[in-house]
T-cell receptor, first 113, second 112 residues
Framework: SQTIHQWPATLVQPVGSPLSLECTVEGTSNPNLYWYRQAAGRGLQLLFYSVGIGQISSEVPQNLSASRPQDRQFILSSKKLLLSDSGFYLC????????????FGSGTRLTVV | SQQGEEDPQALSIQEGENATMNCSYKTSINNLQWYRQNSGRGLVHLILIRSNEREKHSGRLRVTLDTSKKSSSLLITASRAADTASYFCATGSGGSNYKLTFGKGTLLTVNP
């Protein structure tokens, strides 16, 4: 069966520090991968998605970047965190085609102080 | 931008009652999906309804879709305290399911 792992679960980082959040998927090949951010009491905002190794699409201009160095690995990074980067970050994967739901990781709660 | 908008924002009911949540969207879609999120956790996919379907059932869940009104509803029958969570609708459009757009969610509280 397919599983998705996301870590760490919580993170407190000072302003200006770097960030690296990792997400890996097991049990499937060539998944579509996504990074979402959820602000408190808000819906999910799509940050990045990837349809293959090295292929990254950015949805909103921001202080973050994403990379997909391996087929089932998706990394969210920042060189210098801002206070506004605080939030709940969720990684997800889906199969190809229009009839697949997303499978989400358990999320990372990032607090920038 | 938000495609789906859930209504109400919050709903509180007693165990055993039915819970109905609504979702409206703006553009044409391939499908509409409902997700559940327990506090502080990731989202869990509940059900997907295609644009050419009008109703779908899964256990205690019933989803309807009215593409003419660009709206959907999620009905949870015989609710349980364990159903307490936030529920989100999400729409896939543009010829692919690569990107789902989520609403802000409905917070459902089921009181024992």
């Amino acid at each position: 069966s397919q599983t998705i792992h996301q870590w760490p679960a919580t993170l407190v980082q000072p302003v200006g520090s770097p960030l690296s959040l990792e997400c890996t998927v097991e049990g499937t090949s060539n998944p579509n991968l996504y990074w979402y951010r959820q602000a408190a009491g808000r819906g999910l905002q799509l940050l990045f998605y990837s349809v293959g190794i090295g292929q990254i699409s950015s949805e909103v201009p921001q202080n973050l970047s994403a990379s997909r160095p391996q087929d089932r690995q998706f990394i969210l990074s920042s060189k210098k965190l801002l206070l506004s980067d605080s939030g709940f970050y969720l990684c997800a994967w889906s199969g190809w085609g229009s009839d697949y739901g997303y499978t989400f990781g358990s999320g990372t709660r990032l607090t920038v102080v | 931008s938000q495609q789906g908008e859930e209504d109400p924002q919050a709903l509180s009911i007693q165990e055993g009652e039915n819970a109905t949540m609504n979702c409206s969207y703006k553009t044409s879609i391939n499908n509409l999906q409902w997700y559940r999120q327990n506090s502080g956790r990731g989202l869990v996919h509940l059900i997907l309804i295609r644009s050419n379907e009008r109703e779908k059932h899964s256990g205690r869940l019933r989803v309807t879709l009215d593409t003419s009104k660009k709206s959907s509803s999620l009905l949870i029958t015989a609710s349980r305290a364990a159903d307490t969570a936030s529920y989100f609708c999400a729409t896939g459009s543009g010829g692919s399911n690569y990107k789902l757009t989520f609403g802000k969610g409905t917070l459902l509280t089921v009181n024992p």
